[in-house]
């Protein structure tokens, strides 16, 4: 009788904790990109350098513009194997040929 407690607590954690687990590492969102279109992102998620966001599509990239809208105008960027993307940032790209991006 005195395991009751515990069971129906860890059971309860269980529940609560399971679909965060599940999900844990796991991409939100998938696109597959083709050559030829531009293509827009708003990335909503932890700072990341943008090589990590971009995954598979990294060495397929045609070019890679930053919307700037401090100066309401997209750049290129000086250094995008080292530059981070921050939650909410607007991104656009363009691929070489066809890869998958997740985020």
């Given amino acids: 009788m005195k395991l009751a407690p515990f069971v129906v607590v860890a059971g309860g954690a269980a529940l609560v904790l399971w679909p ?7 991409p939100g969102t998938c696109y597959q990109l083709k050559p030829g279109m531009r293509y827009e992102f708003t990335y909503n998620g ?7 966001v971009l995954g ?5 990239i045609y070019y890679l513009e930053i919307y700037d809208s ?11 194997e080292h530059d981070y993307l ?10 070489q040929s066809p890869c998958k991006i997740c985020f």
């Fill in 86 to 95: 921050e939650s909410g940032s607007l991104f656009a790209v363009m691929v």
């Fill in 70 to 80: 401090e100066e309401d105008d997209w750049r290129a960027l000086a250094d995008p």
């Fill in 56 to 60: 598979d599509c990294w060495n397929a």
């Fill in 20 to 26: 965060l687990l599940a999900t844990a590492g796991n």
């Fill in 46 to 52: 932890p700072r990341r350098k943008i090589k990590s």
